[in-house]
């Protein structure tokens, strides 16, 4: 009898024990239910007061102007005339100069992270390890046939070694993912859309744009049009082109932290529009040879091969 | 009622608009375009300023080939 009462004492311990567990644990969770709420409250409300009305305040400014204006014809003031030509102007500058829309910088390197993410699971699974090659592919304005449109799509190869030879015509016309001659998979380059960009701000197709324009068009595209990167500087050498980008939107995603493997096989989405870039203006495959990035982030450092044939 | 600024007042009022206006635009980093919590469009900022900058201008020219 006594066993079994200290059994029995020993069980409800266990149960008071695991209810007191069972308790906190609930409450921890409520806890943190109700913090994060909070935080989500909070960030919202820092986004609100982040966001300026300039809009606004351009409307304010103009409605005030146009005000002192009117007041100044009335009574025939020279000062209340300069401040509402003043205030005027200020309000429709406002109006003017507000952008479009502007999204934060670091949106651009979170959205990029898991195409490279996805290219790395595949590689890492197919165990290719070539140098990526950057295949050019056929002028939009040019007619192809129905099963042949596959050529107008820029692409490139990570082949499962180095190699320098492309894809044969038929996997390329049919789009194909997994080629085998030369044995890689054909995906749709990371800088892509980039580059699409480029071509939007210059109103230019790279297949029509000469090869030697490409170092002085490139770099203010990136730099001053789009702010993609602070300084970008493109010389070539033969064959051998060199890119220096300082200060680029995509930094991060060079970091050690991330770990991604396909970065220094594709390149970053500037890096990879610029090989795309170049592909497309020589009609030839580009391959990335190297890429060199300082332990600050802050210079990319890219070596692309303009291959011949 | 008629409105109460000369021509050569307005004149100087663009002189001294545009000139503000071209050295912000000018000094304003080349990478940023952000004034603490406000965000611009630098082009457009620019564009303004040079086109007060031309209005000035022809504004001086109409005076010297045709004087008041």
Same mark, same amino acid.
């Given at each position: 009898?006594?066993?079994?009462?200290?059994?029995?004492s020993?069980e409800?311990?266990?149960?008071?024990?695991?209810?007191?567990?069972?308790?906190?644990?609930?409450?921890?969770?409520?806890?943190?239910?109700?913090?994060?709420?909070?935080?989500?409250?909070?960030?919202?409300?820092?986004?609100?007061?982040?966001?300026v009305?300039?809009?606004?305040?351009?409307?304010?400014?103009?409605? !005030?102007?146009?005000?002192?204006?009117?007041?100044?014809?009335?009574?025939?003031?020279?000062?209340?005339?300069?401040?509402?030509?003043?205030?005027?102007?200020?309000?429709?500058?406002?109006? !003017?100069?507000?952008?479009?829309?502007?999204?934060?910088?670091?949106?651009?390197?979170?959205?990029?992270?898991?195409?490279?993410?996805?290219?790395?699971?595949?590689?890492?699974?197919?165990?290719?390890?070539?140098?990526?090659?950057?295949?050019p592919?056929?002028?939009?304005?040019?007619?192809?046939?129905?099963?042949?449109?596959?050529?107008?799509?820029?692409?490139?190869?990570?082949?499962?070694?180095?190699?320098?030879?492309?894809?044969?015509?038929?996997?390329?016309?049919?789009?194909?993912?997994?080629?085998?001659?030369?044995?890689?998979?054909?995906?749709?380059?990371?800088?892509?859309?980039?580059?699409?960009? !480029?071509?939007?701000?210059?109103?230019?197709?790279?297949?029509?744009?000469?090869?030697?324009?490409?170092?002085?068009?490139?770099?203010?595209?990136?730099?001053?049009d789009?702010?993609?990167?602070?300084?970008?500087?493109?010389?070539?050498?033969?064959?051998?082109?060199?890119?220096?980008?300082?200060?680029?939107?995509y930094?991060?995603?060079?970091s050690?932290?991330?770990?991604?493997?396909?970065?220094?096989?594709?390149?970053?989405?500037?890096?990879?529009?610029?090989?795309?870039?170049?592909?497309?203006?020589?009609?030839?495959?580009?391959?990335?040879?190297?890429?060199?990035?300082?332990?600050?982030?802050?210079?990319?450092?890219?070596?692309?091969?303009?291959?011949?044939? | 009622?008629?409105?109460?600024?000369?021509?050569?007042?307005i004149?100087?009022?663009?002189?001294?608009?545009?000139?503000?206006?071209?050295?912000?635009?000018?000094?304003?980093?080349?990478?940023?375009?952000?004034?603490?919590?406000?965000?611009?469009?630098?082009s457009?900022?620019?564009?303004?300023?040079?086109?007060?900058?031309?209005?000035?201008?022809?504004?001086?020219?109409?005076?010297?080939?045709?004087?008041?």
């Amino acid at each position: 009898m006594p066993f079994g009462k200290s059994e029995n004492s020993k069980e409800k311990e266990l149960d008071a024990g695991e209810r007191a567990e069972s308790a906190t644990v609930k409450y921890l969770v409520e806890s943190l239910q109700a913090v994060q709420k909070e935080n989500e409250l909070l960030k919202m409300q820092l986004a609100k007061s982040r966001q300026v009305p300039a809009g606004r305040i351009g409307f304010v400014l103009l409605i !005030f102007g146009v005000l002192a204006l009117a007041g100044s014809i009335w009574s025939a003031s020279t000062v209340l005339a300069f401040i509402g030509l003043g205030i005027t102007f200020w309000g429709a500058l406002f109006l !003017f100069v507000r952008p479009i829309r502007f999204v934060k910088e670091a949106l651009l390197e979170w959205n990029a992270i898991s195409s490279y993410k996805i290219i790395d699971r595949i590689i890492d699974d197919l165990g290719y390890k070539g140098k990526a090659l950057y295949i050019p592919p056929y002028p939009k304005d040019v007619y192809l046939p129905e099963y042949l449109k596959g050529l107008k799509e820029m692409v490139v190869l990570i082949p499962d070694k180095d190699t320098a030879a492309m894809p044969t015509i038929e996997e390329m016309a049919k789009g194909q993912f997994i080629v085998e001659n030369p044995r890689g998979i054909c995906i749709t380059p990371p800088g892509f859309g980039v580059m699409s960009l !480029f071509e939007k701000e210059l109103r230019l197709d790279f297949t029509k744009l000469a090869p030697e324009r490409f170092p002085s068009v490139l770099p203010k595209l990136a730099t001053s049009d789009l702010q993609l990167a602070r300084n970008v500087q493109i010389s070539t050498d033969k064959s051998l082109v060199h890119v220096k980008i300082e200060g680029s939107a995509y930094k991060d995603l060079y970091s050690q932290e991330r770990g991604l493997k396909s970065i220094h096989l594709v390149g970053c989405p500037l890096a990879s529009a610029i090989a795309c870039a170049l592909s497309k203006a020589t009609g030839r495959l580009v391959a990335i040879m190297k890429d060199e990035i300082s332990p600050d982030l802050k210079t990319i450092e890219l070596w692309l091969q303009v291959l011949e044939g | 009622m008629q409105f109460p600024l000369s021509t050569s007042e307005i004149i100087l009022w663009l002189a001294f608009t545009a000139i503000i206006l071209l050295v912000t635009s000018e000094l304003m980093s080349p990478y940023s375009e952000q004034f603490g919590d406000f965000v611009i469009e630098k082009s457009r900022l620019r564009i303004a300023a040079l086109v007060l900058g031309v209005a000035f201008i022809v504004t001086v020219l109409v005076r010297v080939v045709a004087p008041i």
